[in-house]
């Protein structure tokens, strides 16, 4: 799968079954859609953000910074954010809920008992408490309201991805540390 550079519609089932070493059936068991393996990313993306906060707990702009160093740090980070750009684009609705069974958290995260009763915080959830306690802090001054925020913060997180594409440069995460410093600074 690594080798792939297409969308995901252009990979063919038979090459994640192949490469995760699971029958087609299992895999249609699991994710109805393939497009549900993106959900499926991102619902497990969002619960390692929560179980970070837990063992690292962070603070307004430092936390922020911290969810967007994660975002660039995933594996393939541009292709998947281009592919969640991609399925998100086709919907008529937000996703549904894909639950994290309490046997995935335990397997993700065997010497943490509390990821069991850890609520799996949707991004805006995240961004929206961040961006409070940096206004409790004082590092955010605008009186933007917080939605207006967390929707430019979502524009950095996936319009940054789409800018390298087109671009053709490759450093995601300088990319979203120029375009934080300077979204942050216009609101101090």
Known sequence: MGQHRGGLSDLPVEAICSAVEVSRVTFFNYFPQKADLLNYFLRVWCLERAVEQLQEPLRGVAAIERIFLRGAQARDASSVFLNLISWIASLSAPPPEFEVTPAE???????????????????????????????????????????????????????????LHVSGEKDLYRRYRSHLRLLIGTLQ
């Open 105 to 163: 958290r335990h397997v993700l995260y065997p010497d943490e008992p509390a990821v069991q009763e850890l609520q799996i915080p949707h991004l805006r959830e995240m961004l929206a408490r961040h961006i409070a306690e940096a206004r409790a802090d004082g590092e955010i001054k605008s009186r933007l309201p917080e939605r207006e925020l967390v929707a430019l913060l979502l524009t950095v997180l996936y319009g940054a991805p789409l800018a």
